[in-house]
């Protein structure tokens, strides 16, 4: 149905005078150029004139051209075939296999309704020590995943993939959002070499790409994780690398539609903008999804309004230190900026949460004794002092972890440890049960039942 004419366009921005065809936004809207199609989706609406967000590059499009509008709105492929699949955010696949498609569905559904809702999932265990004991889950819960390149945020990402599968028979979408393309080709190889490719599907928006594209990834990865949760009842993990750049997205397109900023530049539209992608990210009494969203935080700014909005959703942060990956420690997990809001005596038991406090004064009473015994040695500690400092230096090894998707790599067979377990071996270790026992017997182990 012809709707209008292109009064103007630019790279983000396209305007249409339209000729008294009814849309609203979101409709979708296409041109043909030679044997070229373009595509639109309609951002705003003012009098007769309509702002379409171009969703490829607009060369070829000129004054006059005829705009018309599409029976359907964005949708993405709603069926099993997304697993082993890679999508571009508009839904098309690009890993070049063919796809026989099973059924479709909008990108922007009506929201669950309240009733469905489970605010109290189960507890989520993902059989990586460090991740159960400093910052357990539970189902529907939304986890910050912070750390730099070459930490192993990759290889963490995978175990989950793996062990979620293993222990719940639950597959993973993985979103894409504004990161390198060399990143997730990268991904894909090591999904596939890993064999976890046939549990995961994939949308990715890269960073040379456009802002439409970038903001629209995060959608398609939603629906994604909404038919596994929906029609397969099944406890989806969702990661979304990186949440920031869709923030940065909105932005963009807001700044060519010439609205008025908030703070650094951001639209005005940002606490609906992030709620809406973070109110689609719950659990059922059939279903759940479980998101990791990494983070990236500018100019190291953790108070900026994004970064602030985006946290204000979560609940909680695993963060991937540097420092500790450069001791050769993996999962190289930072347990002092680590933390879950399940980390109360109610929620993990009193047993849980006690040992959890003793192993964070433990851990940081031993970066005081370090600094001590770089000074003056270790002779000069008290005999407590001396216990807190090898008991520690247990503790950190033990907290090390073999995986599976590592092993070809390491020549360790991967393990996943029982939370359990891993409370007992805690206990042991804090009450003096291993002082007998050297600090390298308690590096990349499961736990010490499984070692014995």
Known sequence: MLAGKIISVSDLLVEVLLSGVQVKKRDMMYAVKGEKTYRFEVEDIEGNIASLVPFSNVAGLSRGTEVYKAEEGLQMEYSDAILGRVFSPYGDPIDKKPIESQGKRTVYPDPLPLGTIDVNGSMLWTGIKALDFFAPMQKGFKMGLLGGAGVGKTVVIKELIHNVYQGLGSNSVFTGVGERSREGRELYDEMEESGLLDKIAMVFGQMGENSAS???????????????????????????????????????????????????????????????????????????????????????????????????????????????????????????????????????????????????????????????????????????????????????????????????????????????????????????????????????????????
């Not at 650094?264 to 279903?287: C, F, H, K, M, Q």
């Not at 500690?381 to 390491?410: H, W």
């Open 214 to 452: 970038r903001s629209h990834a995060i959608y398609g990865g939603l629906t994604l994780a909404e038919y596994l949760r929906d029609e397969k009842n099944q406890d989806v993990l969702l990661f979304i690398d990186n949440i920031y750049r869709a923030v940065q997205a909105y932005s963009e397109i807001s700044a060519m539609e010439n609205r008025m900023p908030i703070e650094n530049g951001y639209p005005a539209t940002l606490d609906s903008d992030v709620s809406e992608i973070e109110e689609r990210i719950n659990s059922t009494g059939d279903g759940s999804i479980t998101s990791f969203q990494a983070i990236y935080i500018p100019a190291d700014d953790i108070t900026d309004a994004a970064v602030q909005t985006i946290m204000g959703h979560l609940d909680g942060q695993v963060v991937l230190s540097r420092k500790v990956a450069e001791k050769g420690l993996y999962p190289a997990v930072d347990v002092f900026q680590t933390s879950s809001t399940l980390m109360e005596v109610e929620r993990v038991g009193k047993r849980h949460y006690d040992l959890h406090e003793k192993v964070i004064a433990y851990l940081q009473r031993y970066q005081e004794l370090e600094e001590i015994i770089a000074v003056l040695g270790i002779e000069e500690l008290s005999q407590q002092d001396k216990e807190i400092f090898y008991r520690s230096r247990k503790l950190r090894n033990y907290f090390t972890q073999p995986m599976f998707v590592a092993q070809d790599f390491t020549g360790i067979p991967g393990v996943y440890v029982e939370i359990a377990d891993v409370l007992d071996d805690v206990e042991a270790i804090l009450n003096g049960s291993y002082d007998d026992r050297d600090e390298d017997e308690f590096f990349m182990i499961g736990s010490m039942k499984q070692k014995q």
